[in-house]
């Protein structure tokens, strides 16, 4: 009697310690899930954070050009990767270290969302259309990042406005109010407040086509 009373304590005990077991492993992996979120969580916000500052320094290098009597329309906005990059005068180039030494960034890979459909995601500068609600309708400067993803696009609108809402452009695909259309196969068209009524006035925020591609703008010179 007393054994089979020993042998039920046993097996009592290992269920008790197989349960156990069972429940550390599960907060265990609850643990490991929420810890991955909140890494995720933190990624993206350095994501965001980064794309902010490019833009900023984006600004800063066009002042340096500025400060050397450079005019807007004369800025050059080629890419280091283009083959005559290095081919004087590069005194107007936004990316030369002999300009305004804007050193060349890749989006962050967190961000990106890519269609992989031309233009390919990343940062864009340049002077190539206008933004009806500037004080002209000389061309304005844009920077831009072009297809990133939705929640950092919508960390992006949260930091600028204190909303999550990315507005619809209508009109035209995204390229030809962003990009220059010297890097796709679109043609330039100048941004009005019938592509976009959310953005009127707005010198910075996320926006998307009908099809869900983001885009961030932030206009740099204003003419």
Same mark, same amino acid.
């Given at each position: 009697?007393?054994n ?18 069972l ?84 989006l ?8 992989? =459909?031309?233009?390919?995601?990343g940062?864009? @500068?340049?002077?190539?259309? %206008?933004?009806?609600? !500037?004080? /002209?309708? &000389?061309?304005?400067?844009?920077? =831009? ?6 929640? @950092?696009?919508?960390?992006? %609108?949260k930091?600028? !406005?204190? /909303?999550t &809402? ?21 043609t ?9 009524a ?5 010198a ?20």
């Amino acid at each position: 009697m007393n054994n089979e009373s020993g042998n039920a304590f046993l097996y009592i005990l290992i269920a008790v310690v197989l349960f156990g077991a069972l429940m550390f492993a599960i907060s265990k992996s609850s643990d490991q899930d929420d810890s991955t979120g909140e890494l995720s969580q933190g990624r993206e916000a350095v994501a965001v954070n980064e794309i902010l500052s490019y833009a900023a320094t984006t600004t800063n290098a066009l002042t340096q050009l500025q400060a050397t009597h450079v005019q807007n329309d004369q800025i050059d906005f080629m890419l280091p990767s283009d083959a005559n990059f290095n081919v004087a005068p590069n005194i107007y180039k936004i990316f030369h270290p002999d300009g305004g030494g804007l050193n060349y960034r890749a989006l962050p890979k967190l961000a990106i969302e890519d269609d992989s =459909v031309d233009p390919v995601p990343g940062y864009y @500068v340049g002077r190539f259309n %206008n933004v009806e609600w !500037t004080p /002209s309708t &000389t061309p304005d400067i844009l920077f =831009v990042a072009y297809e990133i993803k939705t929640s @950092v696009c919508e960390a992006i %609108n949260k930091k600028l !406005t204190g /909303s999550t &809402t990315i507005p619809t452009v209508s009109g035209s695909p995204l390229e030809d109010f962003f990009i220059d259309d010297t890097l796709h196969v679109g043609t330039n068209a100048d941004f009005m407040v019938a592509n976009c009524a959310a953005c009127e006035e707005v010198a910075a925020l996320c926006v998307q086509d009908a099809g869900g591609k983001n885009v961030f703008y932030s206009l740099l010179e204003a003419e």
